[in-house]
Each structure stands twice: as structure tokens, then as C-alpha cells.
């Protein structure tokens, strides 16, 4: 044994480690895949090997091989062996090498199930964070359903780093087994108000990701979220709530009037980029929703497009875009706030960067007037004359074209002005948009018939000047346009002054360079504008004319007959065809021209974008039926004869007579030449960032002959083509028109007043000279909609199709978590599998004692649960506080887990939902719903509403009963909930900190009355003109921090506005105030007060010592604008932060509690005794635990024991006992002696308090 764990150290201190992997393989980058493949065999040996350490060295260097690329697959189950390990590094490594390597087709991930199990239920929760870590990226459907009950259980889990993964993995195992969602959910939702700040993070991110793809599901949950929102300090929490808020709003619009205050005071108040993004991007969804009816807004969204211009000013490139991208959002809905920053957005025309130039041209898509429609196609015919890179440049010309094309040509008053613009447009050299400038031109001279002389003349000219677009003949070139030039002519030929001359041009020799769909355009126009000659030398009597035109198109068309292209030789050969007989018969004295012209005779109407999918299906046609008969079902078997032919040796060798040769490998030159190549191609590359390049020196004379570079010419002058008419004419004339229209309503304003001032900024002013044709061509029966016809539908093989499930419906019977057990027991019913009959009687006489002990504990529990529900029916379905001390063992209660609830009938599930919907709108309905917050309402506690159990490593079987019961008592107070005024429905709340681990049997003569109502806030200050109340919150992780939540309200009709706050310290507390600020500063307060409405604000105060109360004196100022002017005026208040709000309220368990006062820790211990207002026993520990947040660890009778614990680490321990005449006597222990006898100080004044 010993020389083996000697051999075992050696092999290790011979192996090779990782780090000596990468190093070798940085060695041998010359023959780095036979080194990998000796290290390969290197490996395989090691994993041959005992020891675990060696295995887990080995699975290290796989797991890097297999970031390489390399397969390890066949590595599987040696790294299960690893991640079996009971060492903690060495369980790591198998983990993480599976996270890398494992897949769903991995076939021994079966053999893993139990091993997570057990990793998940480990001592040590590094193991378990581990194995849910790992699981994560490997989880399969089997894996999900087996493991589901497991990763639940951690949930409850004491320690927060495993409640923290557990949530997070719950995303994954409801993508995997989406079953699993709604058992789980409950447990979920709750981890939404868990102590730990990063499970109540995970649980906002889990939630926020489900209702991403499913909103509608997780409505219900808007209150909390609300909530969270208004009270939490974590941005990228924030960030995800305002998302969900952003995706929940347009389902319902009333949420938006809620959310729209908070959000603006977060977009006054942050400081975070990231959140203010995420806030404007809310704000602009809330403002669609509620867009009808809510005017008011328009202040929000100026606020929105004055810190987005902050964004798009600013120097990172990154926050540009992103302000860019949300002022494109705002524009679809309120242009005109977007259209006054129309400067900024033409200065991002000029940035270096490509993506943020193309967003800038996005946003002047929708800027666009009647009035600037000129002026803004102008400057970006500038910046195309000066764009750097052919891409640029063709985005700015499909731009121009998109934002003057846009509704129907709506912004277009004068389309000789658009066609000049399309005809400069095609000076541009190297662009692909040739068909789509091409298309433009076809369109207007279709619809706009006003425009057809102008454009004929303008197409005339371009046909003049073929030669030189002809020369750019690539595909979907600028020649594209030569195609709609020949066909307007062609077409509209009768506005040509000169037909014969545009004949001429189309017959000219070059022509035959042109693509070939552009000549068949050519051939077919050629014998149109043949027939506008004829007619009119035929009017004319000019034989001579008639003579030459013939005989030039005689002498012409053999060229386009000789084409490659098969429908230009077609119409070529029918067209010359054609012009043998005209002249035949002319030879013999007969007039042509009416019979030519009526070839070509009709109205030519754009055919609409969808006529081809509403072309109506003919009746007695089914496109499903066969045409031919199916193929028939035989096999190969049937057909007889070879397969294959045989064939003689190279008797294929004339056809191919290359053979498959060896795959070239470039040199080491080559392959350096190759990168310079290519870091060149990345420099000319536009989607490249790149900073300023310095003036080149070198030369291309050390590149390979074979390649010749190709260079940009840069053009300081445009291509200049005669006869074009310039667009800067028609900018002057359009603002000659534009001042005499001013100088006419100046005279008018005279008369009216200041009322027509808004009406000449109207597009409605500026004439429009052409009228569009809106006319189109339909097939015969079609229905004319906009049904497109499109499947907006998720995709079929999207997970989250599988998540979109009812959440507030009760659980069915067959909703259930698959159980580790061979037996379920359910109401007393146990279901166990079958053995044989002789080993039944074994089994019964060997167990027969225990079976009647367990019968004797079934019925004593049936008896108990029947007294309960009597006792709960009779007191009107009204919870009871209390609890005996019987059922908060664990060893005494019914397993049952989650599979387990309670199963509701249909009319109870329609209950629940429509409970939960009422609850919803009463929140969405209330008085505030316009004010997101407001003073916090008078709050009862309700504590057998939620038990808290005496310990959170409790089974989850128990914390399962406690939610059964919890049903049935809902079920049975259903009907009374339903009596009850909403108003009163507000005032209960769930007092925080409350634990009533324990209920006693109560009849009906000592059913206690309901709870007095308790809120949290105090007045702190009040005058005529405002209203202050406070309530202190802290958490257990910021030891010597206390938050002071401050609610302002506004008592006048009138705004009150630049409210500062200010607070005098002392030496042992402080206001937290800005960077930099001193301790004499004011805190400004985020936003302004309207009439009549309320606003609340936190401030962050230090304190160095908690054992003792603080007051701290403050003033706050503030000015009151009224319709006379504005009154500055000033509050003071005394601000009181007693020892009890420094007390956080932590469960704890009866033994620990016994442990904690045995232990001598709490040396110090103070009594008091005396009088209280309430002689209910029940309402005096409610208001203990409400007011001075206390949890109850045990209760007996009228004595109960208590347990706090500061947010520095004090313990707090008391006992209450209940006198006789209404007095209480309190023992309390501690750590520190004047911190208890302050807060039994605390809890006195609380309980003599009427």
C-alpha cells in the first residue's frame, strides 16, 4: 500500500500540469498538431491511472484542448469520475470540464443524476454551487424533471450564496421542463422579498426573463414590482424592472399613469448611463400606451429628448449610438419634439463612425416636412459628394430616395424638383442603387401625368448621353437606368419634341455593351418611338423622313439580332420582321401609322405590391390534389437489373482529365503576404473603426506582380452631363414661395392676432403642384386590404412557447414534481408498489405493530385537522394568530410535498383568478394612480397570513402543509373577502418582521378581535403649505447606515418647487450628501411638487453608535409659484431615529434560542413593568413585532418569547409575560446595556401609546 502511494506521488511529480500544455504548445507552433496528439496520448495514460489527483490533472488539459476545438467526447465518463470526487479542487475541475464538454446527446449524463443529487444535498455548499453551476450549462429534459424537487428545496436554504444559484437555475429547468413552472413558482415569487439583496436580484432577473418572452403571465406581479422599483438603490436591478415595466405596459395602459412620475424622477436623479437609457426607453412605451386622452405628457417627453441630447453630445461613441437609437423610438410617436434638434442630427452626418452616420440618416427618414423635405435632400447631397467608401455613399442615396418616396410621395410639393434630383442622382460613380433610381423614375412618370413632358424630356437626355452610363455596365449599375430612360421614352413618346433623335440614340453601336434586359427594354421602345415618327411624318407628308427612319432601323436591328441574350435576339427578329412588311407596304402606297400606333395603344397602371397572393383560388380547383399520380411505395428489390452500368478504365478520362490532386500549402512568403493583404483590406474596410491614419510613403512595388491595385478616383467635380436641369433652382423658388406667403399672413396676423401664429408652421400652407396617382392593377375577384397574409407567429422550435402558462390558476391534480420516494402518502391513503403475496404476509406480520402505531397517528391527525377547519369555518374564515406548539414540530406533521396541494375546483381556480385580477385593478384604480408615491396607509397586521417557520432548514414538506392550509383557509374566508369594503381591503398589509411559528386551537367565544391598524410613519413637520412624514428602513448588510423615507405633500393649489433639504449633524450621525459636498450643504430634492399631490424622497444618514436614540434637527426650503409670483419659505423639523429602528427582524429556531441565553453572551439584561391600552395578549405581540420588529420564537399562553438582532451584530432576546389588570412585564438581554434599555424604552412608548 505504501509503495503504491509512493508510485502514485512520483507519476504525479512526472506529469505534466496545464501550465506546461500551453507552454509546449506555444513551443511547437510548427508542428503544433503532432504535439497535441502525443500530449493526447500523454493524457490517455493519465486517465488509466488510480489516483484521482492524476485523473484531475488530466481532465484540466482536456478541458483546454477542448476550448481549442479538439473532440474529448470520448473522455465522458473519466470526467464523471472526477466530478464524483469528494475532494472540493478536484470536483471543481470535473464541473467545469463538463460544463465545456457535455451536450444533450451526451449518453452518460443518465449516470449523473444521482451524484448531482447528492452534490446538491453536501455539507459544504461550495459542492453544491459547484454542481449547480456546472448543471446549468448541461441540463436536459431528464435531468430537469429528476433534479427539479432537489434545486426546490434549496430555495430555503440558510445560506444565501445557494438560494441565490438555486433561483438562478430555476431558469434552466423550466426551459428544459417547463411543468415544473407553475409548482415552482410560488416559492419563486417569494424569493422576490428574501433578505439577501443578490437572491432578490436573481429572482427580479429570473422573473424579468420569463415574462420577456410572456408578459401577459406575470401582470399580477406589477405591485411588487413597483415596489421593488421605488424602494431599491440597485441599478442593474432597476434596469431589469424597467424593462418588464417597458414589455407590461401596452398590455395594460393603466399601469403607465403609475409609472410615469417614478421613472421621470429616476431620469432627474441618476447618474448612471446604462439606467437613464433604460428609463427614457420605458418612458417613450408608457407614453404609447397612454397616448389617448393624457395631453399632460408632453413635459416628459421634452425631459426625454433633452437628456438624449446629452447622450448623442457626448465624446463616447457608444452612448451616442444609443441616444441616436432612442431618439428614433420618440420620433415614430411625437416627431415635432425630435424635428427641433434637426442641427444635432445632421452633425452626426459628419461623425467617423459608419453605424452612427447610418442611424442619423434613420432618424431623417421621420423629420421630414413639406417645408425642410428640399433643404434636408440638399445637404445629404452634400455629404454624398464628400463620402469616403462606396457603401456610405449608397446608403446616403438610398436614403434620399426612401424619405422622398415615403407615404406616396407625400412630402414632394414639385416632382420636377424630385425628378432633377433622381437625374443628378446618376452621376453618382461605383453605386449599386442603379434599379432602384431606375424604379423611382417608372413610378413617377406612371402616376404623376403633370410630370410626364418634364420627364420625357429629362429621360431624352440621358438617352443622349448613354455612352457614358454604359460604360458602368456591372449588375444593378448606374446603366440600370438607361432601362427606365428607353421605356419612359418609348412609352411616352408623345412629348418627345424630337422622337427621331432619341431613336437614333438607342440605335447607336455602344448600346450593345448594356445588360441584356436593359436591350430587350431597348428593342421593344425602338419600334414605339418608330411609331411616333411615322405618325407624324405621315401628318406631315414627309416621305424622305419616312424613308430614312425605315431604313436606319433596317440597317440597325441585325446588331441586336446578333446579341447573346436570348429575348433580345427574340424581339429583335419579331421587331424586323415587323419593319420588312411596314415598308413592304409602303412601297405600295398604303399609310401605316394607325396600325403601327395601335400595337401600343392603353393606359399603362402600376400592378399593386399583393396582387399575386390575392389572386382568387378558381372554384373546383384544389392546389393540394396530385397532378400526376404519386409515385408508387416499391422497393429497390423490385426494379431488376443492375444498378449501375459498368464502365471500361478511363473511359471518362476526355471528359475529366485532371485528377484529384493534393491540397496546396502556401509558403511561409506567401502566407506573410497574405496578412499584409489582408491588414490592407481591413484598413479600406468601412466597418472597420480605426483611428487616424498617417500619410503613406510606401509604395506597391514589393506586392506581387499578379496583383494590380485598384484605386478611387476622387472626384473634386461630378460627372457633368448637358442639357440636365439642377435642383438648387427649385430650393429658391420654394422659398420665394415660402416669403410671400409670410408676407401675406403678417397682414393677417394683424387682424387675427397671435391665434394663426401656430398655423404657419402647418405643412398644410405649401401648395402641392402634381397630383399622384393612386390607381393600381388587382386581379379580377381580389379582395383590396392590407391583410399582407404574413404568420406573425413565434417559431415552432422557440422554448419559451412551452413557458406561456396561467400562473394564477390553482395547481391540478396532475401538476405535480416527480418524488424521490417508492411510496406517496396522500390523506391518509398509501399507494406502495405490489410484492408477491408470500412476501406481503412476511411484511405484515413482521410490521404489524408499527402499522397500528401509525394508524393511531392518522387518526389523531384526521381528528385534529377536522377541529381546525371547524374552528376556522366558525370564526367567519377569519386566520387565527396563534398556533399549538403540537403542530410546529416538524416530526409531527404530514409529509406532503409539492406535489401535493391542494387541488381546486374549477369554480375555485375562477375565484382565485378573478381575486387576484379585483386585487390588481383596485391597485392600478386607486386615488394615486397618477402619483407613483404616496404616504404609506395605515397598516394592520395580518399574521397568519404567512407563517414564518422557526427554522429555514425546515423540510420543504412541511413548508408544503403550511401552504395547503393556507388554501383552505383562503377558500373557507372567500365569500366574507367578497363582503368586505375594498377601502378597508387597503388598509391591510403584511406587517415585515412578524414570525408566528406557532397556532393554538381557539373557539369561538376566545376568538380575539381584528388587529388595531399600525403604519410605520410619522409626522415629522407640517405648515399651511407642506406636509412631511417619515419611516426609517436599514439593512442588515450597511451596519452603520439608516435610510429616512420621506414623504412631501403639497397642501396648496399652487407648484412647489427647488425644495433642499439640510439636517445638522452631529458627531455621531450624518447626512449622506454629494462628492465633495461639506457638511453645511443641502441635499436637493429630484423633483417639483404639483397642486395637491405628494412625492417621496430617501436620504442616507451615517451613524457611528446604535445604542443610543438620535435627534437630529433639519430644515427644508422651498419656493411656492403661484399665479402673483413666487414665495420662498422654509420648514423645520427634529428628526427622531429611536434604537428600535436600527432592529431587523431575523427568525430563529426554539433550540438556538435556548442555546443563545445559555451561552453567558448576553451579559446584560434589563425588566420594566407596566400598563398598556390593549389587554389582548395576541395585539400586543403584533404591535412589539410592528413596531420595534421583533420575530416570535415561542409562545405559551400569555407568555412569548422574542428575537431581534441589530444590523451591527446585536443580539436581542425578550420575554413578555401578560399581568394581571392589563400589565405587561419585559425581561430583555443584550450584548450592550444601554441598547436594551432603549429599546424597552421603544417597545413601552409603543404599547402606552393610544
Not at 590 to 619: H, W, Y
Amino acid at each position: 500500500m505504501a509503495l503504491r502511494k509512493v508510485k502514485g506521488t512520483l507519476e504525479r511529480a512526472m506529469d505534466k500540469n496545464m501550465q506546461d500544455l500551453v507552454r509546449g504548445i506555444r513551443n511547437h507552433k510548427d508542428n503544433e498538431a503532432k504535439y497535441i496528439s502525443e500530449c493526447l496520448d500523454e493524457i490517455k495514460q493519465e486517465l488509466r491511472q488510480e489516483n484521482v489527483a492524476g485523473k484531475a490533472n488530466a481532465v484540466s488539459k482536456l478541458t483546454y484542448l477542448q476550448m481549442l476545438g479538439y473532440d474529448v467526447s470520448w473522455a465522458a465518463f473519466n470526467i464523471i469520475e472526477v466530478m464524483s470526487s469528494t475532494k472540493f479542487t478536484y470536483k471543481r475541475i470535473g464541473y467545469l470540464s463538463a460544463a465545456q464538454s457535455f451536450h444533450d446527446e451526451t449518453d452518460v449524463l443518465m449516470l449523473t443524476t444521482n451524484m448531482i443529487r447528492k452534490d446538491l444535498s453536501a455539507q459544504n455548499m461550495y459542492d453544491a454551487g459547484a454542481a449547480l453551476s456546472g448543471l446549468a450549462c448541461f441540463i436536459t429534459p431528464d435531468l430537469a424533471r429528476d433534479l427539479a424537487n432537489d434545486i426546490m428545496t434549496l430555495l430555503s436554504s440558510t445560506k444565501p450564496y445557494l438560494r441565490k444559484k438555486a433561483v438562478l437555475i430555476l431558469y434552466k429547468v423550466f426551459l428544459k421542463f417547463p411543468e415544473a413552472l407553475r409548482p415552482a413558482f410560488p416559492r419563486l415569487k417569494d424569493k422576490l422579498e428574501d433578505p439577501d439583496t443578490g437572491v432578490q436580484s436573481a429572482a427580479v432577473n429570473v422573473i424579468c426573463e420569463l415574462a420577456r418572452k410572456n408578459p401577459k403571465n406575470y401582470l399580477s406581479l406589477a405591485p411588487i414590482f413597483f415596489k421593488l422599483m421605488t424602494s431599491s438603490t440597485n441599478n442593474w436591478m432597476l434596469i431589469k424592472i424597467i424593462k418588464l415595466f417597458g414589455a407590461l405596459t401596452p398590455l395594460e395602459p393603466r399601469l403607465g399613469k403609475k409609472l410615469i412620475e417614478p421613472l421621470t424622477n429616476l431620469i432627474h436623479s441618476t447618474s448612471a448611463m446604462s439606467l437613464l437609457y433604460e428609463c427614457i426607453n420605458t418612458v417613450i412605451a408608457v407614453l404609447v400606451s397612454i397616448s389617448s386622452g393624457v395631453p399632460s405628457h408632453s413635459a416628459s417627453i421634452q425631459l426625454c429628448v433633452q437628456k438624449l441630447r446629452i447622450l448623442i453630445e457626448d465624446s463616447d461613441q457608444n452612448l451616442k449610438y444609443l441616444g441616436l437609437l432612442a431618439m428614433s423610438r420618440i420620433l415614430k410617436t411625437h416627431p415635432k419634439s425630435v424635428q427641433a434638434h434637426k442641427d444635432l442630427i445632421l452633425q452626426c452626418l459628419d461623425d467617423k463612425d459608419e453605424s452612427i452616420r447610418l442611424r442619423a440618416l434613420d432618424l431623417l427618414y421621420g423629420m421630414v416636412s413639406k417645408k425642410n423635405l428640399m433643404e434636408i435632400v440638399k445637404k445629404l447631397m452634400i455629404h454624398m459628394d464628400r463620402a469616403e467608401g462606396s457603401h456610405y455613399r449608397d446608403e446616403l442615396l438610398a436614403k434620399i430616395i426612401e424619405i422622398c418616396c415615403q407615404s406616396n410621395y407625400q412630402y414632394i410639393t414639385n416632382f420636377e424638383w424630385y425628378i432633377s434630383i433622381l437625374v443628378e442622382l446618376t452621376r453618382t460613380e461605383g453605386t449599386h442603387h442603379g434599379r432602384l433610381i431606375a424604379s423611382q423614375m417608372l413610378d413617377v412618370a406612371i402616376r404623376v401625368q403633370a410630370i410626364r413632358h418634364f420627364a420625357v424630356a429629362q429621360m431624352a437626355t440621358l438617352l443622349d448621353n448613354a455612352h457614358i452610363l454604359a460604360n458602368n455596365s456591372q449588375r444593378n449599375g448606374i446603366c440600370e437606368v438607361l432601362y427606365a430612360a428607353s421605356w419612359i421614352c418609348g412609352e411616352f413618346s408623345e412629348h418627345l419634341k424630337d422622337p427621331k433623335s432619341a431613336l437614333e440614340a438607342m440605335l447607336k453601336p455602344k448600346v450593345t455593351n448594356l445588360p441584356g434586359h436593359i436591350q430587350s427594354i431597348f428593342v421593344q421602345n425602338i419600334i414605339k418611338l418608330y411609331s411616333a415618327v411615322l405618325v407624324k411624318a405621315e401628318v406631315e407628308e414627309d416621305t424622305e423622313v419616312l424613308t430614312e427612319t425605315g431604313q436606319l432601323l433596317l440597317d440597325k436591328l441585325p446588331m441586336f439580332v446578333q446579341s447573346a441574350d436570348l429575348e433580345v435576339q427574340e424581339r429583335a427578329c419579331c421587331v424586323l420582321q415587323l419593319m420588312k412588311y411596314v415598308i413592304k407596304l409602303q412601297d405600295k402606297g398604303m399609310k401605316m401609322s394607325d396600325d403601327v400606333s395601335a400595337l401600343f395603344t392603353g393606359e399603362l397602371n402600376p400592378v399593386a405590391s399583393k396582387a399575386q397572393r390575392k389572386v382568387p383560388v378558381p372554384e373546383g380547383l384544389d392546389l393540394d390534389e396530385w397532378i400526376n399520380p404519386p409515385p408508387s411505395d416499391s422497393s429497390d428489390e423490385d426494379i431488376g437489373g443492375p444498378m449501375f452500368l459498368p464502365t471500361m478504365e478511363n473511359e471518362h478520362r476526355l471528359t475529366y482529365q485532371s485528377e484529384t490532386k493534393k491540397g496546396y500549402e502556401p509558403t511561409e512568403k506567401e502566407l506573410n503576404e497574405q496578412r499584409e493583404q489582408r491588414k490592407v483590406d481591413q484598413m479600406n474596410n468601412p466597418h472597420y473603426l480605426k483611428a487616424e491614419q498617417k500619410a503613406r510613403k510606401g509604395s506597391y512595388n514589393d506586392v506581387d506582380g499578379g496583383y494590380i491595385p485598384v484605386s478611387s478616383i476622387d472626384l473634386s467635380v461630378p460627372l457633368h452631363v448637358p442639357g440636365f436641369r439642377t435642383s438648387d433652382k427649385y430650393i429658391q423658388l420654394a422659398k420665394e414661395q415660402q416669403n410671400s406667403g409670410r408676407k401675406s399672413k403678417k397682414k393677417r396676423k394683424h387682424r387675427k392676432g397671435r391665434k394663426g401664429r401656430g398655423d404657419s408652421e402647418s405643412d398644410g400652407d405649401i401648395p402641392v403642384i402634381h397630383a399622384v396617382s393612386s390607381a393600381i392593377e388587382m386581379p379580377e375577384g381580389a379582395n383590396v386590404s392590407d391583410d399582407g397574409g404574413e404568420d406573425n407567429t413565434r417559431p415552432a422550435d422557440d422554448p419559451h412557447r412551452l413557458l406561456d402558462i396561467n400562473l394564477d390558476e390553482p395547481l391540478k391534480p396532475d401538476e405535480r414534481l416527480p418524488v424521490r420516494t417508492h411510496r406517496v402518502v396522500i390523506d391518509g391513503l398509501k399507494i406502495e408498489e405490489s410484492p408477491t403475496p408470500a412476501a406481503e404476509e412476511k411484511h405484515k406480520k413482521k410490521h404489524r405493530k408499527e402499522k397500528e402505531r401509525r394508524k393511531e397517528k392518522k387518526e389523531k391527525k384526521k381528528e385534529r385537522k377536522e377541529k381546525r377547519e371547524h374552528a376556522v369555518n366558525d370564526a367567519g374564515g377569519e386566520p387565527n394568530l396563534l398556533v399549538s406548539p403540537e403542530e410546529e414540530s416538524p416530526e409531527k406533521v404530514t409529509p406532503v410535498t409539492i406535489n401535493s396541494l391542494p387541488n381546486g375546483s374549477p369554480e375555485q381556480g375562477q375565484a382565485a383568478v378573478e381575486d387576484k385580477t379585483d386585487e390588481l385593478d383596485f391597485w392600478l384604480s386607486g386615488s394615486d394612480a397618477a402619483s407613483p408615491v404616496k404616504l404609506a396607509p395605515e397598516v394592520t397586521a395580518t399574521p397568519a397570513k404567512e407563517v414564518v417557520l422557526t427554522s429555514e432548514e425546515e423540510s420543504p414538506k412541511v413548508t408544503e402543509e403550511k401552504h395547503s392550509k393556507k388554501k383552505k383557509e383562503k377558500k373557507t374566508k372567500k365569500e366574507k373577502k367578497k363582503s368586505r369594503d375594498k377601502k378597508r381591503k387597503s388598509e391591510y398589509e403584511e406587517a415585515e418582521g412578524i414570525a408566528t411559528p406557532s397556532k393554538e386551537h381557539v373557539s369561538d367565544t376566545e376568538l380575539p378581535p381584528p388587529l388595531p391598524p399600525m403604519s410605520s410613519y410619522q409626522l415629522l413637520a407640517e405648515n399651511p403649505a407642506i406636509k412631511m412624514v417619515y419611516e426609517t428602513r436599514v439593512t442588515p448588510q450597511q451596519g452603520h447606515n439608516i435610510v429616512a423615507s420621506i414623504v412631501f405633500s403639497n397642501l396648496t393649489s399652487s407648484h412647489v418647487k427647488d425644495l433642499e433639504f439640510n439636517v445638522l449633524d452631529s458627531l455621531n450621525t450624518k447626512l449622506v450628501r454629494g462628492i465633495g459636498a461639506s457638511q453645511h450643504d443641502v441635499v436637493k430634492v429630484p423633483f417639483v411638487l404639483l397642486p395637491n399631490a405628494q412625492n417621496e424622497g430617501q436620504f442616507a444618514f451615517t451613524v457611528e453608535s446604535i445604542s443610543m436614540p438620535q435627534k437630529l434637527k433639519g430644515t427644508l426650503t422651498y419656493i411656492v409659484k403661484t399665479e402673483d409670483g413666487s414665495t420662498h419659505d422654509k420648514l423645520d423639523f427634529r428628526i427622531h431615529l429611536p434604537c428600535s429602528s436600527f432592529i431587523v427582524a431575523v427568525p430563529c429556531k426554539g433550540s438556538d434560542f435556548a442555546e443563545l441565553l445559555s451561552s453567558g453572551e448576553l451579559d446584560e439584561k434589563f425588566s420594566t413593568k407596566f400598563s398598556t391600552t390593549d389587554s389582548e395578549f395576541s395585539h400586543i405581540l403584533a404591535k412589539i413585532c410592528f413596531y420595534t420588529h421583533f420575530t416570535v420564537v415561542e409562545q405559551v399562553d400569555n407568555t412569548a418569547s422574542l428575537y431581534a438582532k441589530s444590523v451591527q451584530g446585536h443580539h436581542v432576546c425578550l420575554l413578555v409575560k401578560q399581568l394581571a389588570n392589563s400589565g405587561i412585564s419585559i425581561d430583555g438581554k443584550s450584548t450592550d446595556s444601554s441598547l436594551i434599555t432603549n429599546i424597552l424604552d421603544d417597545v413601552k412608548a409603543c404599547l402606552t401609546t393610544a
